[in-house]
């Protein structure tokens, strides 16, 4: 009967703590937005600060997925919220935080990228982005939708905006709007109709205040803005209101879960000490809120152990991470800093400062990244070594709660990687899509193209991760990446774009050659042609314009004979002499065995023979030759 009884005490008791517990199981991810480097107006000075410190506040407030992207173009902007809507389509609880320009346009509101223009106040629909799509981006989450805004500063683009219609209204800070999806919340930094300021130091007072309270562990969140609103009225002198639009339900939806309250029903037999239980309970409750503060609080109870050991690790991975925080933003002040110099002609010993500054800052920031990979690579692998060793205890309760096991302290060893959900799987593959070593859907299956998008991205950010699975080392590398990594590769013809390949287009003339560049076609030379009446004549034509060959002698003449009779006092004379006539044209020089000349004389005609010539002699008559032939 006693121990039927301890049963369902316990049965009780392990319901309460489930009830108690539905938040540890939530998913949350944040999409995080400062865009300062504004290019068409005054640059602004806090966004890019402030979405440093939101970034820093959902990390340490344990969400999923942070995402912080900062001097966003249109076009980055779309993209950066599309891949933002996958990621919250399983998630509960999906917040966008923005800092930098909005306007409001005809009752509209709509947030700025750094490369708008706005010349016309037409140019609104087609350079920014409205509200509607930013709550697109959140509506997959079931719990909680919630977008924050820090965008009603003074707006700069409407001093110079051309208007198209006289009667467009043109709004001063943000509009009113009320959300139509449930469960969604829309924080402005102030109030609609008026503007925020931006604050005396590298923070606005809004931001601040939300740092301060919306990760309170336990706290409903439209109790959290309202202790914003009470703190930035009192910071600027009741100047500046900030206001959320949109309801909940009853109950309260706190952004980070509280520590929940477990009730026993009086069990009859109290349960035995045990030390080491209560501790990782302990422990776990401080790893779900995620902070400093938390893991603190924990070591001030349990200050040695292993899960001390454990919170302590936890501590200096938050530390490394704050610490590469601040050691960036300080390397891009810096270098902003000396490229202002640079570009203002400033002295050649003010210059050579501001770039050892620079230089100093960004070794820092290298430093300070390799110690966060560092930290967050020993944290991992420390817990894995907690979650080993619980797996073994609830196989052996009994050496579970052994002196020796309460004593141990972590053992951060390299571990194979083992099989990963679904969603580690797939998170990995959508940060790898964002640095661009990935071009393949985000399927949740780690085959060979993740692998190989893994291993490029091993190449070009000088790691070493293990590319056989997922792993949480690698989505928390991948995440300390804002821009691209894997350099984009683009085909014969094609040219990169930003984030992707585009057509090259050469002018008319020209043509891609193999250096992909565009070259004019060269013009071709005319060439001569013989026309009709050119080829019927050609036989003749080539019979009359033989040409003889090299060394071929020359065609032999006609030769005629000629007879002159002579009468003289002495008799009568017969002289004979060859004729010559000009040789026909002849279709091809054949070579003769002789001169070609005929020699007679009172007898016969022969050739005359090889190497030999007739010479006129004159005169002639019966026995005389008026020719002789002379041989040399």
């Known amino acids: 009967m006693s121990w039927s009884i301890r049963l369902s005490g316990f049965l009780v008791a392990a319901a309460l703590l489930l009830v108690g517990h539905p938040a540890l199981a939530e998913k949350r991810v944040a999409l995080v937005i400062g865009n300062s480097a504004y290019q068409n107006v005054p640059q602004l000075t806090n966004p890019a600060n402030d979405g440093a410190v939101m970034t820093q506040t959902f990390k340490s407030a344990g969400f999923d997925v942070v995402d912080y992207r900062r001097d966003l173009t249109a076009r980055e902007t779309r993209r950066a919220l599309r891949d933002f809507a996958d990621a919250a389509r399983d998630a509960d609880i999906a917040v966008v935080y ?48 919630l977008v924050i805004l820090d965008a009603c500063r003074d707006n700069p683009f409407t001093r110079n905006m051309q208007r198209t219609v006289a009667t467009r209204s043109l709004g001063r800070g943000l509009a009113k709007v009320e959300p139509t999806s449930p469960n969604t919340l829309i924080a402005y930094s102030a109030k609609a109709g008026s503007t925020a300021q931006d604050g005396d130091g590298s923070n606005s007072p809004f931001t601040l205040a939300l740092s301060r309270h919306i990760a309170t562990p336990g706290l409903d969140v439209r109790k959290a803005f309202g202790f914003v609103r009470d703190e930035v009225l009192k910071s600027t002198s009741n100047r500046q209101e900030p206001f959320v639009y949109g309801s909940l339900g009853g109950e309260d939806v706190p952004l980070v879960p509280g520590v929940p309250r477990v009730v026993t029903q009086m069990p009859v037999t109290p349960p035995a000490a045990n030390p080491q239980a ?43 991470e704050e610490n590469r925080a601040a050691a960036a933003e300080k390397a891009r002040v810096t270098e902003a800093e000396r490229a202002r110099l640079a570009s203002e002609g400033a002295r050649k010993d003010t210059l050579a400062k501001a770039e050892a500054e620079a230089k100093a800052a960004e070794q820092a920031r290298v430093a300070a990244e390799k110690a966060n990979q560092l930290a967050q690579q020993q944290a991992a692998e420390a817990e894995r070594k907690r979650q080993e060793q619980q797996l073994a205890a609830a196989d052996n309760p009994r050496a579970a709660t052994s002196p020796a096991a309460a004593t141990q302290g972590p053992q951060v060893a390299s571990l194979t990687p083992a099989s990963q959900p679904a969603d580690l799987t797939k998170s990995v593959q959508l940060e790898l899509r964002r640095v661009g070593c990935l071009t393949e859907d985000a399927d949740g299956d780690w085959g060979s193209a993740s692998r190989r998008s893994l291993s490029q991205f091993n190449r070009y950010a000088g790691t070493k991760l293990d590319t056989q699975a997922a792993s949480a080392d690698a989505l928390q590398a991948i995440k300390l990446k804002q821009a691209r990594v894997c350099p984009l590769v683009c085909q014969h013809g094609y040219k990169s774009d930003g984030d992707r390949c585009t057509r090259i287009v050469c002018a008319e003339g020209s043509f891609v050659n193999d250096d992909n560049e565009c070259e004019k076609r060269r013009e071709k030379k005319p060439v001569a042609k013989r026309d009709t009446s050119d080829d019927e004549d050609m036989p003749s034509r080539r019979r009359a314009r033989v040409t003889p060959e090299p060394n071929a002698p020359m065609p032999a003449p006609n030769v005629g004979i000629g007879v002159g009779i002579g009468v003289g006092g002495g008799g009568v004379g017969i002289g004979v002499a060859p004729s010559f006539a000009p040789p026909k044209p002849q279709a091809q020089a054949r070579p003769k065995p002789s001169s070609g000349q005929i020699y007679c004389d009172a007898y016969l005609c022969r050739p005359v023979r090889q190497g030999c010539r007739l010479e006129y002699r004159g005169g002639g008559g019966p026995g005389v030759n008026a020719t002789a032939e002379v041989c040399n």
Do not use: C, W
Not at 124 to 134: F, G, K, W
Not at 293 to 306: E, I, K, M, S, T
């Open 98 to 145: 923005y800092a930098g320009h909005g306007m409001e346009v005809e009752g509209s509101n709509y947030l700025i990228p750094i490369d708008a223009r706005l010349e016309r106040d037409t140019d609104v629909y087609d350079e920014t982005l409205s509200l509607d799509r930013i709550l697109v981006a959140v509506e997959p989450a079931k719990k909680l939708r």
């Open 278 to 320: 209560d501790m990782r309970r302990d422990y776990e409750l401080a790893m779900q809120v995620g902070n400093k503060g938390a893991l603190n609080a924990f070591l001030a109870q349990y200050p040695d152990g292993f899960y001390a050991s454990l919170a302590k690790l936890q501590i200096e991975k938050l530390t490394a």
